[in-house]
């Protein structure tokens, strides 16, 4: 059974006005339409639903049953309605974002409290986690989209550039190369390079520098930023950080030296599943943090 919206309707205009012309005007058709409406919603349903005759429509018990289910499916269709209406404006909402952790822990928290400013009654949702697991997140639909190094596979993912973070140099404040204003991958030759997990971006991109550069590899590999700057304060060796990164890594006896080779830039993109569309509070924020990106483009040239 199929039954329309419109008989919905028709049913219960004529229950609550108890007046076939009334109802009829109510639904904004003729007198006759409206009753062959009522008649092919009995038909459909397979029951009489009013008693009528020239003064007085009254509801049949078989009608009583109905009632009870037109008005729930009214109601459910009023407040389905009503939910869409303020995800519209943007008063309800949710959005969830998966993003690397350097980013996770300044940019993006900074992005999400301007967004919740302007539109408080979306929740929000951040997950910081590794390249790999981002990418999994997005194509999962864990995540309404992800920021990540990696583009990923160009049939499953659609990638925005959002910006490219300058990479730096994590040493001793000791070290030689602390002295430098600037340093380039092959004077970083001979020491010992501290590498991220490798499911992250930073390794990912850093190994075939790393190698190429014929750094030495300290066979240490840390998880946390803060875990890799403790090694280097204490003389393990040395890596190389993305912009935002350098910040989670600063403590006594650390220095931070801008890498200068022209190739030395992480990229960002922002990612989401291919031919899936976003919701108005997802779409809004993409908008927003594209915005964003182009400023912070502006300002690192």
């Known amino acids: 059974m199929n039954l329309?919206?419109?008989?919905?309707?028709?049913?219960?205009?004529?229950?609550?006005?108890?007046?076939?012309?009334?109802?009829?005007?109510?639904?904004h058709v003729s007198a006759s339409a409206f009753s062959q409406m009522i008649s092919r919603l009995e038909e459909q349903v397979g029951a009489r639903l009013f008693d009528r005759d020239t003064r007085n429509v009254?509801?049949?018990?078989?009608?009583?049953?109905?009632?009870?289910?037109?008005?729930?499916?009214?109601?459910?269709?009023?407040?389905?309605?009503?939910?869409?209406?303020?995800?519209?404006?943007?008063?309800?909402?949710?959005?969830?974002?998966?993003?690397?952790p350097s980013l996770a822990a300044s940019w993006l928290p900074q992005q999400m409290a301007s967004f919740r400013s302007d539109y408080p009654g979306i929740a929000m949702r951040l997950h910081d986690v590794v390249s790999d697991r981002c990418l999994e997140m997005v194509a999962r639909g864990e995540v309404d989209f992800g920021l990540n190094a990696q583009r990923g596979n160009v049939l499953e993912f659609e990638a925005q550039l959002l910006f490219n973070e300058r990479l730096y140099l994590i040493c001793q404040a000791g070290d030689q190369l602390a002295q430098n204003k600037s340093v380039r991958m092959k004077?970083?030759?001979?020491?010992?390079?501290?590498?991220?997990?490798?499911?992250?971006?930073?390794?990912?991109?850093?190994?075939?520098?790393?190698?190429?550069?014929?750094?030495?590899?300290?066979?240490?590999?840390?998880?946390?930023?803060?875990?890799?700057?403790?090694?280097?304060?204490?003389?393990?060796?040395?890596?190389?950080?993305?912009?935002?990164?350098?910040?989670?890594?600063?403590?006594?006896?650390?220095a931070v030296v801008p890498v200068r080779d022209t190739k030395a830039r992480r990229p960002i993109y922002m990612i989401k599943r291919k031919h899936r569309s976003l919701s108005v509070a997802a779409a809004e924020m993409w908008k927003r943090l594209t915005e964003a990106g182009r400023q912070l483009t502006t300002n690192l040239k």
């Open 187 to 254: 004077d970083l030759r001979h020491h010992e390079f501290i590498h991220s997990v490798r499911s992250g971006s930073v390794w990912q991109q850093m190994l075939p520098v790393v190698s190429a550069a014929g750094i030495r590899d300290s066979g240490l590999e840390v998880t946390q930023f803060a875990t890799m700057s403790g090694l280097i304060a204490n003389g393990f060796g040395i890596s190389v950080v993305p912009q935002f990164a350098v910040e989670l890594c600063r403590r006594p006896g650390i």
């Open 4 to 27: 329309s919206g419109r008989l919905i309707d028709a049913f219960l205009a004529l229950e609550e006005t108890r007046r076939f012309a009334v109802a009829a005007e109510r639904c």
């Open 58 to 100: 009254a509801l049949t018990p078989e009608g009583e049953v109905f009632s009870q289910g037109a008005h729930r499916i009214a109601a459910e269709m009023d407040a389905s309605l009503h939910e869409l209406r303020d995800r519209a404006q943007r008063n309800v909402g949710r959005v969830s974002i998966a993003g690397p």
